[in-house]
């Protein structure tokens, strides 16, 4: 590839950038479920809200674009017998991670949950019921959701719950992410995921690696979820490809301090 092409495809990733900025602009944020559009391979993708819209909310979806760091977060719904291996994988690459848990899993893993805290992983809320939080527009039974995991968390471990929330299948409203800035939370959307989530159809090897390794880029929030076979499996040579691409792991506490260097 020549110079000029590069500074083609850069100048058309600066457009595309300012592009989504000058639209998000001004307008209050949408209702629905997080998506992402990729505008190039190793580029961060939009969102439906801006990083600057978000932050207003103390809200994040990537993380500073200039630095290749990874921030890895696992959503764990239940257990499925992959996590000791995620857990282990994740001790070998000195690699801290978020976990966002619902109640059940807390309420039948604590074990884990402590193995968790104890080797320097971030806890996050995923709610106690894993409900569509965009319908819960009183404010005591949005903030019941989230005091009911912190409750069962300093039972389970005896430490207090991180203030990181991540809403159940990512469906959330402008008003969701005021009420939980309202309790102290900071809401962790992702810029890379894909489709993992069902037992019934995991990805191979081979699909996980066509999405994981391409569209990774700077500042990556990364979303995978710890039910996943092909996750286990794939998870340490996923991540020593990315330490060979230049990449490193950094915990979700860095990630609202570097958002001025995201786009």
Not at 244 to 262: H, V, W
Request: proline residues 5%.
């Amino acid at each position: 590839m020549g110079k000029k092409h590069i500074l083609i495809v850069s100048v058309a990733l600066l457009a595309t950038v300012l592009l989504s900025a000058l639209q998000f602009s001004g307008q209050a944020l949408p209702t629905g479920a997080w998506g992402l559009s990729f505008p190039a391979e190793g580029q961060p993708p939009i969102g439906p809200a801006a990083v600057q819209q978000l932050s207003a909310y103390d809200s994040a979806y990537l993380g500073d674009t200039t630095q290749p760091v990874i921030y890895l977060t696992f959503d764990s719904g239940y257990e499925n017998g992959c996590t000791t291996k995620i857990l282990d994988v994740l001790k070998k690459h000195n690699a801290p991670a978020a976990f966002f848990l619902v109640g059940h899993y807390i309420e039948t893993n604590a074990d884990l949950v402590r193995r968790m805290v104890d080797e320097g992983h971030i806890v996050g809320n995923h709610t106690m019921h894993h409900p569509d939080m965009s319908k819960l527009t009183d404010k005591a039974a949005f903030a019941k959701e989230l005091q009911a995991l912190e409750t069962l968390f300093q039972d389970t471990t005896g430490k207090e719950l991180p203030k990181y929330y991540r809403p159940p299948q990512g469906i959330y409203s402008q008003e969701n992410l005021q009420m939980a800035k309202d309790l102290g939370y900071r809401t962790v959307f992702w810029s890379l995921a894909y489709a993992d989530w069902d037992n019934n159809k995991q990805p191979t090897k081979e699909q996980a690696f066509s999405k994981l390794l391409p569209r990774i880029h700077n500042g990556a929030v990364v979303l995978l979820h710890s039910t996943s076979v092909t996750n286990a499996e794939i998870l340490d040579e996923l991540l020593t490809k990315w330490e060979e691409m230049g990449y490193r792991f950094a915990s979700i506490d860095q990630l609202f301090a570097t958002q001025k260097g995201a786009v």
